[in-house]
């Protein structure tokens, strides 16, 4: 076929209807609906997003472009990368050295506390005006902030940069540093909804005392974004069409607001480390094509100790999506996306709502106060834990695919990062359960009741559910009667055994047990067929779906203090 001819090809126009034959056919007669899928906010995800749905938005998706232009203005992002230093001249040599890499702000974030120097902070001086800034203080660390005496009035234009301090400071107008900060409700384990919610509740008491452009043009906004990739980029474009909508509530014109981004830590393992590459690709993508206007990617060690190769990667995670997919040249790469339009409208209703919720239980610092907003947090992360717990939320390398054999670092994250130290992560409960792995002496086997063919699938997975809890069971040959499976549970000395094998199979052999091993059955069964095995001495089952946590700590407490 021709270039040509390949242009001249037509195919023919399909409804919505005809998909959805095909794809109930494709999925073995089950209907179309059982392919949605709802958020942890409750939004339901459809399997396909036509034109036609898009349509009936009305205005609303040109509203939400209208809001992403207006609010971002230009495109492409800052690389915000971290600098790790040990005094103010090695900040300043490496922070010069990585702006030379592809970093392209400088960004102070307090990982000690440093004495500057006249001469130090005339150096600085003279970055700060080359290049657009980030400094992350503590109250016990603002010393830096000296920097602007070096800096005539006339040159105060030249800077541009944010400030997030503990408490309030002064400085040039250019300069924004009231920081509206979503991170601490993401590390509680908020939703979008809640993020956005709580995001547009501080925003009306901020502007409620004060005049709305000026305390608008000192503003910022902070966000962490995980791996759910279209949620996340509706998430920050939702936020430019609340913001937009807000504005008009009060009858004022859009002020910008710079949108700082970072890879979010919830998502983050300390068990197969390298994993988190991934995760923070993924969070990377979903920041710049969402519309963020810097990003910080924190390393794939970042939970353990930062090797100097490691934050290199992570730097060269942002500039790789800048070089390779050019998404640093549109401004809403996004827009018209009949999947992305639709999502980023269900979460402005639903943020919009949760803030009138705030508003009518008295506001952000009332909810605060009261502890209604913590609570209501709290219920979501339970339900987070939970699908964690149960493996309806993936973590590839720690409760899934697991390497029981992976050496686990000790080291904790530097206590300079304390909003990371204390954030809530989904992969903590495993990472707990590994290292309790190595705290016992426990023998298990995976006993196959019948010949490999017919038992190598839960084999197998009973083997990936052991290694999540850093368990390497045995396996057994083929047993064929209770004699064999006695001879065997007492040769091997087993604290532990997992049964795998067809109903009729163990029917016919757990009723001659003898042994003080802990026995479980592999599958979900009725009711009335584990009474009965638990009569002759089988404790339980494992299956898909199980609250794989509690179930690996149990048998985990089976095992002897390791000498």
């Given at each position: 076929?021709?270039i040509?001819?390949m242009?001249?090809t ?6 919505y209807?005809e998909w959805q034959?095909a ?8 209907p179309?609906?059982s392919?949605?899928t709802k958020?942890i ?5 459809k399997?396909?997003?036509t034109?036609?749905m898009?349509e009936?938005?009305g205005?609303?998706p040109?509203?939400q472009?209208e ?7 230009s495109?492409?992002w800052?690389?915000a990368q971290?600098?790790?230093?040990e005094s103010?001249?090695?900040?300043l ?6 702006l030379?890499?592809?970093n392209e702000?400088?960004?102070y974030t307090?990982?000690?506390q ?11 001086a003279?970055?700060l005006?080359k ?6 203080l503590?109250s016990?660390?603002t010393?830096?902030?000296?920097v602007f005496d ?6 105060h ?7 997030f301090?503990e ?9 924004r ?6 991170v601490?409700v993401?590390h509680a384990?908020?939703?979008?909804v ?11 008491e901020?502007?409620?005392d004060g ?7 000192n503003i910022?906004?902070r966000?962490?974004?995980d791996?759910?990739?279209?949620q996340?980029?509706?998430?920050l474009r939702?936020?430019r ?10 009858g004022e014109?859009?002020v910008?607001?710079p949108?700082?981004?970072e ?6 393992s300390?068990l197969d480390p ?7 690709g993924n969070?990377?993508?979903a920041?710049?094509l969402g519309?963020t206007?810097?990003?910080?990617v924190?390393p794939?060690?970042?939970l353990?100790v ?5 934050r ?8 790789v999506?800048?070089e390779e997919?050019?998404v ?8 018209g996306?009949y999947?992305i339009?639709?999502?980023t409208n269900?979460?402005?209703?639903a ?15 009332e ?6 907003l913590t609570?209501d947090?709290?219920s ?6 939970k699908?964690?717990?149960?493996r309806?939320?993936?973590l590839?390398?720690?409760n899934?695919?697991a390497?029981p ?12 990062h304390l ?11 495993f990472e707990?359960?590994?290292?309790r792995?190595?705290e016992?002496?426990?023998r298990?086997?995976?006993i196959?009741?019948g010949?490999?063919?017919d038992v190598?699938a ?7 559910l052991?290694a999540v809890?850093g ?10 009667d209770s004699?064999?499976?006695n001879?065997?549970?007492?040769e091997?000395?087993?604290d532990?055994?997992?049964?795998c ?5 163990m029917?016919?052999i757990i009723p001659?047990l003898?042994?003080a ?9 009725s009711a009335?067929q584990?009474?009965?095995?638990k009569s002759?001495?089988i404790?339980g ?9 509690n179930?690996?700590e149990k048998?985990?407490n089976l095992?002897?203090?390791a000498l």
């Amino acid at each position: 076929m021709t270039i040509e001819s390949m242009k001249g090809t037509k195919f023919p126009k399909r409804t919505y209807d005809e998909w959805q034959k095909a794809a109930e056919k494709a999925i073995g007669g089950k209907p179309a609906d059982s392919l949605k899928t709802k958020t942890i906010e409750g939004i339901t995800l459809k399997p396909l997003y036509t034109k036609e749905m898009l349509e009936e938005l009305g205005e609303l998706p040109a509203f939400q472009q209208e809001a992403v232009r207006t609010g971002k203005r230009s495109a492409g992002w800052l690389v915000a990368q971290e600098v790790l230093a040990e005094s103010p001249e090695d900040f300043l040599l490496k922070t010069k050295e990585d702006l030379t890499k592809g970093n392209e702000m400088v960004v102070y974030t307090s990982s000690r506390q440093f004495e500057w120097t006249d001469t130090a902070l005339e150096r600085l001086a003279d970055l700060l005006l080359k290049h657009p800034f980030y400094f992350k203080l503590t109250s016990e660390d603002t010393g830096i902030l000296r920097v602007f005496d070096f800096i005539e009035e006339p040159q105060h234009s030249r800077l541009s940069g944010v400030i997030f301090s503990e408490e309030e400071v002064a400085a040039p107008d250019n300069v924004r540093t009231k920081l509206v900060d979503t991170v601490p409700v993401h590390h509680a384990g908020g939703t979008i909804v809640h993020e956005l919610g709580v995001a547009l509740s501080i925003l009306a008491e901020s502007i409620k005392d004060g005049n709305y452009k000026e305390t608008a043009s000192n503003i910022w906004i902070r966000f962490a974004v995980d791996t759910q990739f279209f949620q996340e980029i509706a998430k920050l474009r939702a936020f430019r069409g609340l913001w937009k909508a807000f504005s008009e509530a009060y009858g004022e014109e859009v002020v910008s607001i710079p949108v700082y981004t970072e890879t979010s830590v919830r998502s983050y393992s300390k068990l197969d480390p390298y994993v988190n590459l991934l995760r923070a690709g993924n969070a990377t993508f979903a920041a710049v094509l969402g519309g963020t206007d810097a990003h910080t990617v924190h390393p794939h060690d970042f939970l353990t100790v930062s090797q100097k190769s490691s934050r290199r990667i992570a730097r060269n995670v942002q500039l790789v999506i800048k070089e390779e997919s050019h998404v640093s040249r549109v401004l809403d790469a996004s827009a018209g996306s009949y999947f992305i339009e639709q999502l980023t409208n269900e979460y402005i209703e639903a943020a919009w709502n949760y803030f009138l919720e705030i508003e009518a239980a008295g506001g952000y610092s009332e909810v605060i106060k009261t502890g209604w907003l913590t609570d209501d947090i709290q219920s979501k992360w339970m339900e987070r834990k939970k699908l964690a717990a149960e493996r309806k939320i993936s973590l590839i390398g720690t409760n899934v695919y697991a390497n029981p054999q992976e050496a686990i670092k000790e080291h904790s994250i530097d206590s300079s990062h304390l909003e990371y130290i204390t954030a809530k992560r989904l992969a903590t409960p495993f990472e707990k359960l590994r290292a309790r792995s190595r705290e016992v002496e426990l023998r298990t086997a995976i006993i196959h009741m019948g010949p490999l063919k017919d038992v190598k699938a839960k084999s197998d997975f009973v083997e990936g559910l052991l290694a999540v809890g850093g368990i390497e069971p045995d396996i057994s040959p083929e047993i064929k009667d209770s004699v064999m499976l006695n001879q065997y549970l007492a040769e091997q000395q087993l604290d532990y055994a997992v049964l795998c094998g067809d109903p009729e199979k163990m029917d016919a052999i757990i009723p001659g047990l003898k042994t003080a091993a802990v026995l479980d059955v592999a599958g979900r069964f009725s009711a009335e067929q584990m009474n009965s095995w638990k009569s002759f001495g089988i404790s339980g089952a494992v299956y898909t779906g199980q609250d794989i946590v509690n179930k690996l700590e149990k048998i985990l407490n089976l095992g002897k203090k390791a000498l």
